[in-house]
């Protein structure tokens, strides 16, 4: 786990005992990587980000990333970056190769 990455973000991450129960803490990336509480579920997000590191960002089927989780969450891939926004909070831009780094830490934590 990158521990450097996850403070310059204000995040914290814990494994927990019981499966596919990480704890996380921190700003609104924290409540939004929450709801992502299957492995496999972590799996498909990182493979649309190698999918866009690569420079086959139009390969990805559907790059937003915030439907279903209500109408106060947006999140989306961009080919150089991902954009996370939740209502009532400033809008982050984060690197493709941070957020996949930040994706695999809690992926380690729900295993």
């Not at 080919?79 to 926004?85: A, G, I, K, N």
């Not at 400033?90 to 930040?102: A, V």
Request: proline fraction near 5%; glycine fraction near 8%.
């Amino acid at each position: 786990m990158n521990d450097i990455l996850l403070q310059k973000y204000g995040l914290t991450m814990q494994k927990s005992f019981e499966k596919f129960h990480g704890i996380i803490s921190g700003n609104p990336i924290a409540n939004y990587i929450y709801n992502y509480r299957h492995p496999d579920d972590v799996d498909e997000f990182i493979a649309d980000l190698d999918l866009a590191i690569s420079g086959n960002f139009s390969l990805i089927e559907d790059p937003d990333y915030g439907c279903g989780m209500g109408n106060y969450w947006f999140a989306h891939i961009t080919p150089t970056h991902f954009e996370l926004w939740q209502e009532g909070f400033d809008k982050r831009i984060i690197p493709l190769n941070d957020w996949k780094e930040i994706l695999l830490a809690w992926k380690e934590c729900l295993e």
